[in-house]
């Protein structure tokens, strides 16, 4: 009976747990190797526009900040294949910031590193001077072992800023 007691118990936590795989989700730490490793372009950490989480965000600044048409980072982790993927952030823009193209992804890679799955969401439910929030879900590949989480952006404008926040890539467990 106790056995079977703890067992329940132990079925219940896992079924409730889901955890971010993602390190520096919120952007309070400096950002470095360990977290988001890759950043580019207008890319930069502020404290501007009251982040929903703690006191600092990501901003991808429009050619004001920076002179690039670019801006963007990358975090990489190990990843289960087979099982489902939350990605959800806090994502905000102001003073007119437009892009050629943004997306938020969610990139599958091999053991051998070659892309083998890609989830996006291409940001055009942001609103202006808002922090909105943003999720998409995908299935790892069999094959799959790590995946890439990219906040991205290409032919920036001139003005404004892309915020986000709170960027964290869940493992959602295996319904029972
Ligand atoms: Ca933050």
Sequence with gaps: MKTSVLSAIMVCAAAVAVANVLENSGFEADV????????WGNFGVESWNN???GHLAAFIRGKWGGGALNG???QSVPVTAGIEYELKGRFYLDNGW????????????????????TYADDLTELKDK????????GKAPDDAVRAQVVLEADGIGDDGVLG??????LEIPAKR
């Design 164 to 169: 986000a926040d709170a960027i964290e890539l």
């Design 130 to 137: 808002q922090w909105v929030e943003i999720v998409l879900r």
């Design 32 to 39: 470095g190797e360990e977290d988001w490793s890759t950043r």
């Design 72 to 74: 963007g980072c990358i």
């Design 98 to 117: 437009t892009a050629g193209t943004k997306a938020l992804k969610l990139e599958f890679f091999d053991q051998d590193g070659v892309l083998v799955r």
């Design 51 to 53: 982040p929903p989480e």
